[in-house]
């Protein structure tokens, strides 16, 4: 019993410092769900789809389309993986996701560029 009151405390905490969970931004274990939808940043766009197709886009520097993977790390963020369906490609994309709120989320990639995506 304590264990659920602490983990009700923890989340509320948790959220309220984020400025609000979403029903779609945390699952039933207490982890970020994962961002299904379509995104768009100052510069990158990805299309996160409910039946595991991805799209990425950012101009001039990378873009594909394949599968995504979602690794939920904390109650407010994972890892996107995204993996590029080309034939032969082993290319792949792991973004480090932190949600704002049901409807912004911020990530870096590789590069450590970083944007606030909205969800379109």
Not at 63 to 89: C, D, H, K, M, N
Request: charged residues 15%.
């Amino acid at each position: 019993m304590k264990g659920i009151a602490f983990s009700a405390w923890f989340a509320a905490v948790t959220c309220g410092a984020l400025g609000g969970c979403a029903a779609n931004s945390v699952d039933v274990q207490g982890k970020a769900a994962a961002p299904i939808g379509f995104w768009r940043g100052s510069v990158v766009t990805f299309d996160v789809g409910s039946d595991g197709r991805a799209s990425y886009k950012d101009p001039g520097v990378a873009e594909f389309t394949g599968r995504w993977e979602w690794l939920p790390t904390t109650q407010a963020g994972g890892i996107l993986v995204l993996t590029s369906s080309a034939p032969g490609s082993t290319n792949r994309l792991q973004l480090p996701i932190t949600w704002l709120n049901k409807n912004a989320l911020r990530f870096c990639d590789a590069n450590d560029h970083c944007d606030t995506l909205s969800r379109r």
